[in-house]
């Protein structure tokens, strides 16, 4: 199985400022890696797809990099709507795997 | 409008069974591959099992292989979870997707497997 190791698992922030949160793969994903934000009580939503490939309506504040085993969702300045929680996905190779979650606090 | 929407969650002993489905609509569902998300309280979110389009390959999560078993109608454009010999560890909320990409989630369904 492929593990996504996500970091930091918290992280205090303020309006403003430019936020990184990485994924570490075990393997080779391809380019089949996602980052979801999710609020309490709402489903996930996914804001980016193919590594870096902003799904439609996300702000440009957020995009995404990397390759390989190795990602990064960066949050350019933090807007109050973003504080949430934020997963990775990898969907290369079954079982589809998330990461821990990283939750973006003020 | 693409739409998923999940029922037949409730309250459930250890040891039972339970279905839930999961309604679309708005995309052709009969190509989609589909799958189910669940998210224990306060917890993460944990994959539990796809399914191809057609209904001839199915994955699951160790967690639940052999107790769970998905399924899909694509008559009646909906997706199928038939799980038994529940466990505590099952109770969550969950979620069916549309896995071109998990663009698509549906609001989930919340499953409590307690006595």
């Known amino acids: 199985d492929i593990q996504m190791t996500q970091s930091p698992s918290s992280l205090s922030a303020s309006v403003g400022d430019r936020v990184i949160i990485t994924c570490r793969a075990s393997q080779d994903v391809r380019g089949d890696l996602g980052w979801f934000q999710q609020k309490p009580g709402k489903a996930p939503e996914r804001l980016i797809y193919?590594?870096?490939t902003l799904q439609s309506g996300v702000p440009s504040r957020f995009s995404g990099s990397g390759s390989g085993t190795e990602f990064t969702l960066t949050i350019s300045s933090l807007q109050p709507e973003d504080f949430a929680t934020y997963y990775c996905l990898q969907h290369n190779r079954y079982p589809d795997t998330f990461g821990q979650g990283t939750k973006l606090e003020i | 409008e693409v739409q998923l929407l999940e029922s037949g969650g409730g309250l459930v002993q250890p040891g039972g069974s339970l279905r839930l489905s999961c309604a679309a609509s708005g995309f052709t569902f009969s190509t989609t591959v589909m799958g189910w998300v669940r998210q224990a309280p306060g917890k993460g979110l944990e994959w539990v099992s796809s399914i191809t389009g057609s209904g001839g390959s199915f994955y699951y999560a160790d967690s639940v292989k052999g107790r769970f078993t998905i399924s899909r109608d694509n008559s009646k454009n909906t997706l199928y979870l038939q799980m038994n010999s529940l466990r505590a560890e099952d109770t969550a909320l969950y979620y069916c997707t549309k896995e071109d990409g998990f663009e698509i989630w549906g609001q989930g369904t919340m499953v409590t497997v307690s006595s």
């Open positions: 193919a590594v870096s």
